[in-house]
């Protein structure tokens, strides 16, 4: 059978419903249930019909020991949603710093983009997260990246009307350049 010209399976209410409780246990951090299900042979990669991956749910959502436990069971930290984003965006969108910090631990690139162009530095510069454009600094984050127009984080901040972060952001450009 060609993949390309066949059907997807018809998933049943029952089945459904167990993939809705899954997507939720990430949500709202339920790490004893996901742990049990990931010994059961449940993927840790699963995602949603939006691309969020368990771990970019459980990273946005600010759920660190479900974020530990899907990284422990192999959660992909560069696997980025429909949005492009990576699940260290979303704790910099968050300024979840106790994500941050775990999702770095465990491999997350700190400048990377997934299929966007926009890293969680300049996610984090945009909401003038000042502890979480520290945080990503220390770990590397590049302050002179720029996206796909052209825009550092600085720019992006300066857009959004950020009051702190841009210039320690120029100053950590400067002074990495």
Do not use: C, W
Not at 73 to 97: H, I, M, S, V, W
Not at 123 to 132: G, H, K, L, P, S
Not at 140 to 146: E, K, L, N, T, V
Request: hydrophobic share 45%; net charge negative.
């Amino acid at each position: 059978m060609n993949p390309e010209t066949s059907t997807p399976p018809v998933l049943d209410d029952e089945t459904l419903a167990f993939a809705g409780r899954i997507f939720q246990f990430a949500r709202m951090g339920h790490a004893d249930e996901l742990a049990e299900l990931f010994g059961q042979g449940l993927p840790a990669n699963l995602r949603n019909d939006k691309g969020d991956s368990l771990l970019m749910l459980a990273a946005y959502n600010g759920q660190a020991e479900a974020t530990r436990v899907i990284l422990e069971a192999g959660g992909d930290p560069e696997l980025a949603n429909d949005r492009g984003q990576t699940p260290l965006a979303g704790a910099a969108f968050k300024n979840d710093l106790a994500v941050a910090r775990l999702l770095l631990q465990h491999g997350a690139a700190v400048d990377g983009t997934g299929d966007g162009t926009r890293t969680a530095l300049m996610t984090a510069a945009m909401f003038d997260r000042t502890e979480m454009v520290t945080l990503l600094l220390k770990h590397g984050a590049d302050p002179d990246h720029r996206d796909a127009a052209g825009q550092s984080a600085a720019d992006m901040a300066r857009a959004m009307g950020a009051q702190a972060t841009p210039d320690p952001l120029d100053a950590a450009a400067r002074k990495a350049g």
